[in-house]
């Protein structure tokens, strides 16, 4: 029995963790489940118009080039109209928006709504973050979305009816076009009522609060925006531009297929497909769309292949064409990701067909063609040729992604070889194919590969591949020289040595040399191996990026130091001459920056510091030019939310990375029921007779002998390393002469402490290192965070900076990258130290400010966590 109610309690307690679960995380459960039910309806889309994407094709290859033409100018036009229509639509409530959000905002939502039900409608829910960013609020958002909708629908009404009454007259509309006319016609008015009776405050308004009372804000504001008259026609006009767009793209498909056109067809066929894709609940109008204009089209006297021909040119330039925009747009978002890894991951592949190409028998009648044209052993040639540039090209592959000169233009040789040597091996036109793409997008990605290569290294790569060369020559020529003939059943020659010598070292094949043992058949695998290496390490050393110098001189140092006195005006200005930081001086030296190398990144600690915000944005971009000219990119480690406009300003991007506490000490004080731990903290150690002592500078060797001890258990205890470039480690000599505060017990051993480092922001200061013993009782770091408090405040000091909080702060997070941070700080025990360091300094009721990661390209994104950690070692 007690089994059992042990077991029962276990489940009761599962049930409420699995509904607590459900209840905490709804928000996110919830958008993983639309995004499983889009992917699953995304790949359905997919099989569903496989047979349409192919019947396209055969469409636009019977098409007149001159129409086509024509049509996609029309599109384009289609697409700009549309963007027009979003911003004639924010006008009309009194918000601006630009063209260009505008356009995008339709591509966007254009494309969701193939995947969303009822797409047209609930598409304009989404992409709002864009436009709220640059000041237009949600409600205003939403109403202008509400209105471009509405009126979308309204114009196709108004176009309808007379071109429906002109039709009766002739007896060429059906009574199922009318039933769902009516439907649309319907739905108009319902509108109206229910938008009228949120702004009179009606019965639908008082049911709204009553089942949703967050939407009141909203309705409010709804009920500020008063549409104006004259901007409400120029949406109409505009949405009536539109539908002539869609009437012009059926009219242009029957001149392209070469049909007698008919303006009249095209109205009714196009009035029709759109009413049936208004009604339609799924994949903006699949099928409906199909099976209604050709209906129409064949009751207008074309034939079956004829209607379905001028459909699917329609779908072309109305559908298919502005949702290929939207795949360009959402590429571009990601874009130097793209171009960065698209190039390398193409070329592993085609060095796998290559392969793969090789070891696999050729089309037998392709090899009898080719016969007549090439000598057989330029043919075998050519199979190993391509054979070892596939294995070259899987290596190249991988010093393409870090950005390489010198790995694109082997790259684009190999390509060369891949596209001419799959042709003359086997007439392989596929391979030839891919290896042509290939170049295609290498040249068209030339740009993104920069990093130049170190010219001495290349230099000794050059040198021992041609003394490797040279040295298997000669011991390939004297071992087939002298060999007996029985090894090869060949008595060679000098020339034929050297042939067969520079054949096995550049991996060729030889038909005529057939080993008949153990020993010639490892004489020429090692002629092979040492050609294969030699040129392993000649690519190598012409990719491997130049070196630059890790030391600072003593004018650098001294610049620096100069500078920081005169324009220093931060917290972290002390490390920015630290002895881990390489310095970058500006041209006109009234400005320099701080930084360290980790890989191809150059990560620069914070602001530059100097004269003016002139010079530091000079100094900048003068930085950037230098990373570009030797192959880095810039990176930019906590820069204040003030100062990302200067930097966004320059094109650069930027990520939250926590926020940085600082307390002011007029405001400070132990009184009041929050600072109650503090008190408590600071009696226990005055009970426990344990003193606090400022200890200024020069200090002593002695004392410093016992705070090293201090710092060393602390870092065994903890099981931590000294980290660099933000914050410093023990440094002997720099301790020497900063001012040290130690807490003591009555025989002075000391148990905590912590040093004052220079800040240079006016009237403040900061702390670098804080340790304690592990026999230390709780509570010591809080008091003599009071005794620094205490003690600068009695130096006329106003604030105190203690540091940043790593990944704090997020309250609404925007991104994805916010939204992964926010979770992981939360939820994730890894992180969990990082709580504990913002509760800690929320203990002193500090202010909180924002600072950000600045990089140049999203690629960079993706490697910022590994370059950090590299960074901070010491």
């Not at 001086?585 to 990144?601: D, M, T």
């Amino acid at each position: 029995m007690k089994e059992i109610n042990q077991t029962e309690t276990a489940l009761h307690s599962l049930q409420k963790r699995i509904v607590a679960f459900f209840s905490k995380n709804r928000k996110l459960l919830g958008q993983i489940t639309l995004t499983l039910i889009f992917l699953t309806i995304g790949f359905w889309f997919i099989k569903e118009e496989q047979s349409e994407l192919y019947q396209i094709k055969n469409s636009i290859a019977t098409a007149q080039p001159k129409w086509v033409l024509i049509a996609l100018l029309v599109t384009i036009l289609y697409i700009f109209l549309q963007g027009l229509l979003y911003v004639v639509s924010f006008s009309a409530i009194g918000a601006n928006i630009s063209w260009k959000d505008a356009n995008a905002l339709f591509i966007k939502r254009n494309f969701i709504s193939v995947f969303l039900p009822a797409g047209g409608i609930t598409s304009l829910l989404f992409f709002t973050e864009r436009l709220s960013k640059k000041g237009t609020t949600k409600t205003e958002i939403h109403l202008a979305s509400a209105l471009y909708g509405f009126v979308g629908i309204l114009s196709v009404v108004l176009l309808a009816i007379p071109l429906f009454l002109f039709s009766l007259l002739k007896g060429s509309i059906g009574y199922s076009e009318w039933l769902v006319l009516a439907l649309v016609i319907f739905i108009l008015p319902l509108l109206f009522v229910l938008i009228n009776s949120i702004i009179q405050k009606g019965s639908f308004y008082k049911f709204l609060l009553k089942s949703f009372p967050k939407t009141e804000p909203f309705i409010t504001n709804l009920q500020q925006h008063k549409i104006n008259r004259k901007s409400f026609l120029k949406i109409v006009l505009c949405s009536l531009l539109i539908d002539l767009t869609g009437i012009i793209h059926i009219y242009i498909g029957m001149k392209a297929i070469q049909l007698e056109a008919s303006i009249l067809a095209a109205s009714i066929a196009y009035v029709v497909a759109v009413i049936f894709l208004i009604v339609s609940p799924l994949l903006r109008g699949l099928g409906a769309v199909e099976v209604s204009m050709s209906y129409i089209l064949i009751k207008y006297g074309f034939n079956n292949m004829e209607a379905v021909a001028i459909t699917l040119f329609y779908r072309v330039f109305e559908f298919w064409l502005p949702l290929l925009a939207a795949v360009f747009l959402f590429a571009s978002r990601i874009q130097k990701l793209i171009l960065r890894i698209v190039p390398a991951l193409l070329l592993f592949i085609l060095g796998v067909i290559n392969i793969i190409s090789v070891v696999t028998p050729a089309i037998h009648s392709r090899l009898l063609t080719l016969k007549d044209i090439l000598p057989i052993e330029a043919i075998h040639t050519s199979n190993y040729l391509v054979l070892t540039t596939g294995l070259f090209l899987l290596v190249t592959a991988a010093f393409m992604l870090k950005g390489l000169r010198m790995a694109w233009w082997f790259a684009v040789l190999l390509s060369i070889i891949s596209l001419i040597g799959n042709l003359t091996k086997a007439i392989d036109f596929e391979e030839s194919t891919i290896a042509f793409l290939v170049l295609c997008v290498l040249i068209a990605t030339r740009k993104e590969y920069y990093i130049k290569a170190n010219p001495k290294l290349g230099l000794i790569g050059l040198q021992t591949s041609l003394l490797s060369i040279l040295a298997v020559l000669i011991y390939g020529v004297l071992g087939f020289y002298f060999f007996d003939k029985k090894h090869f059943n060949i008595d060679f020659s000098f020339i034929e040595s050297v042939r067969y010598t520079l054949q096995n070292y550049f991996l060729i094949s030889s038909d005529n040399l057939h080993p008949t043992g153990t020993f010639a058949m490892h004489f020429l695998l090692s002629l092979k191996i040492s050609g294969f290496f030699s040129f392993a390490f000649l690519i190598f050393t012409l990719v491997k990026p130049s070196i630059l110098k890790n030391t600072v001189t003593a004018q650098e140092k001294e610049i620096a130091s100069a500078l920081l006195e005169q324009y220093g005006n931060s917290s972290l200005d002390y490390f920015k001459t630290y002895f881990d930081k390489l310095l970058f001086i500006s041209k006109n030296q009234n400005a320099f920056l701080s930084y360290r190398l980790s890989g191809n990144f150059a990560v620069v600690l914070e602001n530059p510091v100097g004269r003016d915000e002139q010079e530091i944005r000079s100094c900048i971009l003068e930085f950037d030019q230098y990373c570009y000219d030797y192959g880095l990119r810039s990176m930019f480690y906590r820069i204040p939310e003030a100062n990302l406009k200067m930097y966004t300003q320059m094109g650069k991007k930027y990520f939250f990375v926590g926020q940085a506490a600082v307390v002011d000490l007029q405001e400070f004080h132990l009184e009041g029921q929050n600072r109650k731990s503090l008190r408590n903290s600071i009696k226990k150690i005055t009970d426990l007779g344990l003193r606090a002592v400022i200890n200024e500078p020069p200090i002593k060797d002695g004392l410093l002998q016992q705070i090293k001890a201090v710092s060393d258990q602390w870092l065994i205890e903890t099981s931590r390393k000294e980290v660099l470039f933000s914050q410093g480690i023990f440094l002997w000599e720099e301790l020497k002469k900063q001012t040290i505060i130690t807490v003591e017990n009555s025989e002075g051993k000391i148990l905590a402490f912590l040093n004052i480092i220079p800040d240079y922001k006016k009237n403040e200061s900061t702390y670098d290192l804080i340790r304690k013993t592990n026999d230390a009782p709780n509570g010591i770091i809080d008091f003599m965070m009071v005794t620094l408090f205490n003690h600068l405040k009695a130096q006329n000091v106003s604030f105190v900076d203690l540091g940043l909080a790593p990944m704090s702060g997020i309250e609404n997070p925007q991104t994805i990258q916010e939204k992964s941070m926010k979770y992981a700080y939360e939820k994730l025990k890894s992180f969990s130290h990082y709580k504990g360091l913002r509760d800690f300094k929320d203990k002193f009721s500090p202010s909180w400010q924002n600072q950000y990661i600045v990089f140049n390209d999203d690629y960079d994104l993706l490697q910022i966590p590994q370059v950090l950690a590299k960074v901070i070692k010491s």
